[in-house]
């Protein structure tokens, strides 16, 4: 039985994950993952241990926040914890031009350029997180100090 290849924001993401020596494969799934509540049903995954990627505008230049599945991320709290100015969601637009990705997608690797990332702490309380790898449907495996590594990212409370 041969594999169908990876969509192409996947393979990007795929690409990403090799080149850091991360273990776990990219998963195209059957069942939409464009939100916390479908990944966590087609994962079989509590809803918190699903890594939401979401892009905001902080300071006129993106801002990928890495939330528990659980957890709304309340941006006034968020920019006063990283001592910014006003934080704002962005535009499909602008989601893709920063990541490449569309919306309901968004991997925290395989963008074109490094984006400033900052990653829940809440996702610490779960042994195995799944993040979204390029496409409304396709995650990968990994863990809370994987995730702050690979996305070169800063550990903070987002709600």
Known sequence: MSEEPLPRSSQSVAAALAETGVQG????LPASTRTAVEAAQALGSEVGA???SLVFICDGVPLLVMTSGSHRVDTKALADRLKRGKI???SPEQVRAATGQA????????HP???ETVVDEALADYPVLWASAGTPNSVFPTVYTELLALTQGRSVKVD
Do not use: D, S, T, W
């Open 50 to 52: 699903i890594a939401n």
């Open 113 to 115: 350029a490094r984006v």
């Open 103 to 110: 919306i309901g997608g968004v991997a925290p690797v395989g």
């Open 88 to 90: 704002h969601r962005a």
């Open 25 to 28: 494969q990219v998963r195209v």
